[in-house]
């Protein structure tokens, strides 16, 4: 039998010595946990600097306090809970410069991104926004912060899908849970402004206006910068 070169058999020795270390797939309940804890953040029902008590949300939740014990500490990992020593867990707080610095990236891609629409948007497109827009507007109507800050994210997801770059959107989705948790307290005071920019973004869409959609939406979105900052509340200051 001919033997494996020198550089096969050191690879095949090595990766029997990692056998142990393989990497194992999340459990469902585990991930299931993350992202309902996750949401209640986002939506603020579990309130910035809120003490989380493992048994309360593991009955909350319906599990044991393990999967709640392991998402806690994977949402300590992706900065939305603070462990404290002695103390236990609490609901990270945002800092002003931690909310202006994602609201700036935000305003960076979200620009680029209405560009894109505008360049790449077809009349199918133009109706689904039309629709998502109506939307938007009767969530307004009721004032329900919940329905606003679902519609608010669905158009701007929409457009970002409409522009056909995958990576611009992709990078658009991984700050889109953190720009909700800073968009929620300002809902209502932000949207009946928000809207009218809205409408104002889709017709630009719409016309194919490349310049003018991105001059709309940078506009847009260092308006909801500036409003975040200045209707901070007690339990956001750092």
């Known amino acids: 039998m001919t033997s494996l070169p020198s550089g096969r058999r050191a690879a095949k020795g090595s990766l029997s010595a990692a056998a142990s270390r393989r990497v194992e797939r999340p459990a469902p309940l585990r991930q299931a946990v993350y992202d309902a804890l996750l949401e209640l953040i986002v939506n603020r029902t579990l309130a ?14 319906g599990v044991s306090r393990q999967p709640v014990r392991e998402a806690l500490q994977r949402l300590q990992t992706d900065g939305w809970v603070d462990l404290r020593p ?49 939307s938007g507007e009767e969530a307004l109507v009721t004032a329900n912060v919940e329905r606003l800050v ?67 939406m940078h506009r847009h979105a260092e308006q909801t910068r500036q409003t975040y900052h200045e209707h901070r509340t007690p339990e956001n200051s750092p």
């Open 48 to 61: 910035p600097g809120q003490h989380l008590v493992e048994a309360e949300l593991a009955e909350y939740l």
């Open 150 to 216: 679902k519609a608010n994210a669905d158009l701007h997801a929409a457009i970002a899908a409409i522009g056909r770059n995958k990576v611009l959107a992709e990078m658009i989705g991984l700050v889109d849970r953190r720009v909700r948790w800073y968009y929620t307290p300002i809902a209502r005071p932000r949207s009946g402004d928000s809207w009218k920019e809205h409408a104002e973004l889709v017709a630009a869409i719409a016309d194919g206006d490349v310049e003018r959609a991105g001059e709309v």
């Open 86 to 134: 002695a103390q236990g867990a609490f609901v990270h707080t945002p800092t002003e410069e931690e909310a202006d610095q994602l609201l700036a990236v935000r305003s960076v891609l979200e620009t680029y991104s209405a560009k894109l629409a505008a360049e790449h948007a077809t009349a199918s497109d133009v109706k689904m926004l039309k629709r998502l827009q109506k």
